[in-house]
Structures are given as C-alpha cells and as structure tokens.
C-alpha cells in the first residue's frame, strides 16, 4: 500500500472535496441532488464560524515520483447536541475512492473523527448509511457501532425545499 496521510482540509482542497462528494452521490445513485458548489464549500467551511469541518485521506507519491499528493477520500463532520447526551459529532459522508477501497483508509478516517469527537468532549459520534450499504454497515459494526435502528428503531426525517417552506409559512 502507497504511504497514506489524514490531514485537515484546507480552503484549497474544496475542488477535491467536491469531486469526491459527486463520485459518492453516483456511487449511491443519487446524483441529481448534488447542488453545491466549491464556492459553497470554501465559505462554509472555511469562515469564522464554520458549518462543517473535513478531513482528506490524500496518498503521498513515492521518492521521486513527479505528482504530488493525490486526495483519494474525505470524511465530512459537523457538531451536534443531545440533550440527553451533550456533545455529539455526525459523520456526514464518508467516501473512499474504489481503487484506494480495502485499505484501510477508511477506518482510519473514521478513528480520526472519532479523535476529534474525544478532543472536543464529545459523548458521541453518529453516522447514517443507505440501507443496501452492507459492507459500509459490516465496517461500522466491525469498529464497535451500534445500529439504532436494530437496536432502538430509530428512523431519519427530514424537511426540504416546499415542505420545508410550507412548514415555515414561507
């Protein structure tokens, strides 16, 4: 395996970052509803009060190789609050590049989260994965997850675009 660094994003990694935010959403086959923008990117996540925080996953070029740093996954989070809990971190995406897959990139994106999450005092770290995602749910559980929807039957909701706006009175 090619030398493999998990670093911080930076403001210059937002054409990358999005790059790979397109391959998962045709991995999931949900491309259509890829909306934002690099520019989106850049100003969310890298102003004063950022809405989200990254990590790339970059493969490092062999000594004297003439590329530089290739930027193969990234693991995209963001703080939350349980007001049973406190302090939580969710995993919004996560996504490894299928010729870097089985190599342990994303385990380690998923322990550097799980760092940050400890750094930070953070009681939890929370992910969700499509249901058909069988090697990415035997991966969670393989790292010590539980699945509250087997163990608590939990189920996700959300509110968008006229639903969003009605509910809003907008």
């Known amino acids: 395996m090619a030398s493999v660094r998990i670093r911080e994003a930076e ?3 937002c054409g ?3 790059r790979l935010i397109r391959e998962l959403a045709e991995y999931e086959k949900l491309s259509e509803q890829v909306q934002i923008s690099e520019e989106a990117l850049r100003a969310d996540g890298f102003g ?4 989200y ?3 790339v ?4 070029p062999a000594p004297g190789e003439p590329q530089g740093p290739r930027v193969v996954g990234y693991g995209l989070y963001y703080f939350i609050y349980s007001t049973w809990k406190g302090r939580n971190v969710y995993l ?3 996504y490894v590049t299928p010729e870097c897959r089985g190599q342990g990139i994303g385990s380690e994106i998923i322990k550097k989260v799980a760092q940050v999450a400890l750094d930070q005092g953070c009681s939890q770290f929370r992910l969700a994965v499509l249901d058909w995602n069988q090697r990415a749910m035997a991966l969670y559980k393989a790292l010590g997850a539980q699945d509250l929807t087997e163990t608590e039957g939990w189920h996700a909701f959300r509110f968008e675009g006229e639903a969003m706006r009605k509910l809003a009175g907008k």
């Open 16 to 18: 990358h970052i999005l």
């Open 11 to 13: 403001k210059g990694d």
């Open 92 to 94: 919004e995406d996560i």
């Open 48 to 51: 004063g009060n950022p809405f």
């Open 57 to 60: 996953a970059e493969v490092l």
């Open 53 to 55: 925080h990254c990590l």
